[in-house]
């Protein structure tokens, strides 16, 4: 049987464990909680993401290596990658780690993007905002992820509070962009350069978390995105899903980042299309054909975050397709997720304002 | 998190806990054999059916017990059943168990069935064949399935040698049925009483296997398989997923069996329902409200019986859905199957086609 190895054990692994197994894969995972989400499902080694033993290990062991988050070692990986294809390619993991290089990958490959500049001091970032203008947010260079390490400026008051919040770290200042819409496009290329893209996503975040996502197959915004993420996927040669953020504005789009892997926005997909991300993923890492994106009916997402509904109250809304993650809850925390699926818009949105009440409802 | 126990490591446990997990399960197995398909998804007790020691642990670390096939040590099972529930009910296993016992309980709930007559001398049977006439079917009655513990009666030349092969145990013979379909309708009871029905499912069988079913929900024996279902359901105040098999012979439905447990001719609903067996049984068994039978789009589904075909092959043909059980090849064993799900059935019909003649090509 083919073995396959997530670096990671979070619930993309998960995921990416519950589409393998059909597929007559096993699967292993490498992840430092010894309480993962994965555990239950897959075989998981203890251990740091960039433990060179433990990779060795993966290596040797299995027939292909993915990753499911981007905060990985990419050093570490690099010396493994010659014992073991590892998808997607580093390069591009590489790029997505660090928001200036992704940037200047987007411009080099004519994919607009908000105005940024890269600064180093407190000098340069009001230079910066000089060029362009207030509001702006500040972000780190790296590890950033569900909005932490990232300030919105208004104005110039409290400037020198934020710079030092934030100090010490590469930082990028980007031009705030008043935004009409959140989309991503879930995109997937196959070793032998074939490519498929899901519809665009409309996605609503708050307080700098995915909240929801649907698709919107009949966006004429569909052909524009599909461009961009197709240049991206051949600059690197990729394989495996990448996930592309986007910013619509006065009907264009603009480039935010990219996620080398299945991504939050993609979860629809499950119920939502003919092949899940998570399939389509680890067909493409394994060189099997890819599957279909189109959709299957009307669906929508959301998140369960910082605490799970009763699972009585949540079942008994037709269409609503329950994922939970095993993870202990805490503030914040994406624990799980819901997808509606039904056969008309009318009654998704029906089901989809009961999830909603279901949710937000005081525990 | 809420741990379900299953009796049985086979591929029914293997999808019970696939849909397990999304609801944040945990899933136990009892397995004799160690390497059983649900072992790398699931937390497996290696041990016979009916240890004694095993089945206390289950019970003891369990919310709620289940089973996988029907051929269990129902005593064994009663001896815990007082510490855990355990669904399906004993009584609609134990009736199950027993072709005798299970045409008594049709006939007293006015389902129809073939005429039929148990036997246990050679004179007997004879006797019982002048009722009955020929063609008739002798049956174990215990321990059946997938055709074996069966012989055709054509006419009475090889009575005494076909009677010597089955001899020893109890059989019953039954009058040979010239159906025009094989028909089967998967119902759901909640533990509140609420029912649900898939909708009728056409079966084809080679060699008394299950080769490929296909949903009818437009059927008008829709309803009567649903009555009969019904009456099944209440005789035992059942919980769970129990399947009817059915004959249709001049537009009448006679039953055939029974299983009290997800079933081969339900696979199809994982990606054509809106909610699947395997998850419905799980809901039901916990005390959760049943999700929607109602189909989505259209699908067939086919076994993969013997030998598994060349993955690439089979994942090019679109909308096809593979689900391999992770078994050793061998004759005549079941190692996967395959759905296929299309919007229309005309494109359906192409898919199946593709999928069979791959199949059915040699290896």
């Known amino acids: 049987m083919t073995a396959v190895g997530i670096i990671g054990g979070g619930q993309l692994a998960r995921m990416l464990a519950l589409a393998g197994y059909p597929l007559g894969l096993t699967v292993q995972t490498l992840d430092p909680d010894p309480g993962s ?65 992704e940037k200047t990958l987007f411009r080099e490959l004519d994919i607009p993007v908000p105005r940024t500049a890269n600064i180093s001091t407190l000098a340069e970032l009001d230079a910066a905002l000089t060029d362009i203008g207030l509001p702006a947010v500040l972000k780190t260079r790296r590890l ?13 008051r409290g400037l020198a509070t934020t710079w030092r919040e934030l100090a010490g770290q590469p930082l990028v200042v980007e031009e705030y962009v008043p935004f009409e819409r959140e989309l991503s496009i879930i995109a997937v290329r196959a070793r032998g350069g ?8 409309e996605n609503e975040h708050r307080h700098g978390m995915l909240r929801s996502s649907a698709p919107c197959p009949e966006d004429p915004l569909n052909q524009v995105a599909q461009q961009y993420a197709t240049r991206l996927l051949n600059a690197f040669g990729y ?22 892997r299945v991504h939050n926005s993609g979860h629809w997909t499950i119920e939502g299309a003919q092949t899940s991300q998570f399939e389509n993923h680890l067909r493409a890492i394994l060189g099997l ?33 329950l994922h939970v993650y095993g993870k202990h809850p805490r503030a914040n925390r994406k624990l799980g997720h819901v997808t509606v699926r039904e056969r008309d ?19």
Chains 1, 2 share one sequence.
């Open 239 to 260: 394989v495996g899903v990448l996930v592309l953020e986007l910013f619509e504005v006065n009907g264009r789009l603009l480039a935010n980042e990219f996620a080398p």
């Open 37 to 101: 989400c994965a555990l239950a499902l897959t075989q998981q080694l203890v251990g740091e993401y960039g433990d060179g033993e433990k990779l060795r290990w993966l290596a040797e062991h299995c027939h292909c290596l993915t990753y499911e988050f981007e905060h990985l070692p990419v050093e570490s990986l690099r010396y493994i990658a010659d014992r073991v294809p590892i998808f997607p390619p580093l390069e591009a993991l590489g790029a997505a780690q660090d928001r200036a290089e």
């Open 144 to 156: 950033g992820y569900d909005g932490r390490g990232q300030r919105l400026l208004q104005d110039r």
């Open 289 to 321: 054909p890819l599957g279909s994106c189109r959709p299957v009916e009307h669906c929508a997402m959301i998140n369960l975050i910082g605490q799970l509904p009763d699972p009585n109250a949540l079942l008994a809304i037709p269409g609503a397709h």
């Open 345 to 363: 818009p009318v009654s998704l949105a029906q089901r989809v304002q009961s999830v909603r009440a279901l949710i937000d409802s005081p525990g």
């Open 194 to 201: 074939e490519t498929a893209f899901y519809p665009l996503v």
